[in-house]
């Protein structure tokens, strides 16, 4: 069974930065791409940004430049650094891992981290 677990989110204040993380459970994740996604109340939940097995990345728009994704095989874990947060990057923020494990895919998301940008 795989586990995701974020961590990292809180209060900050505009323009201020936060570093999310989750961490996996299983034997997955180094096959797995991973991604950050998120959901602002009354929202539907929206792509934020993904990072491939192989690394390769990809950023919704409103995102580049200013959130950067990376992962840690070693350590089961992706990150998603947040810098220059704005108003409008609050959300629950979620970590989601797909794939494929013989020849069937799998989804596994997180419980959610809040993330509050308010002054």
């Known amino acids: 069974q795989v586990q995701l677990v974020e961590s990292g989110g809180g209060l900050v204040q505009p323009g201020g930065s936060l570093r999310l993380s989750c961490a996996a459970s299983?034997?997955?994740?180094?096959?797995?791409?991973m991604g950050w996604y998120r959901q602002a109340s009354g929202n539907q939940r929206e792509l934020v940004a993904v990072?491939?097995?192989?690394?390769?990345?990809n950023y919704a728009d409103s995102e580049k430049g200013r959130f950067t994704i990376s992962r840690d095989n070693a350590k089961n874990t992706v990150y998603l650094q947040m810098n220059s947060l704005k108003p409008e990057d609050t959300a629950v923020y979620y970590c989601?891992?797909?794939?494929?494990?013989?020849?069937?895919?799998?989804?596994?998301w997180g419980q959610g981290t809040q993330v509050t940008v308010s002054s």
């Open positions: 989601k891992a797909e794939g494929i494990w013989g020849f069937q895919r799998y989804t596994y």
């Open positions: 990072i491939t097995s192989g690394g390769s990345v």
């Open positions: 299983g034997n997955i994740f180094s096959r797995s791409t």
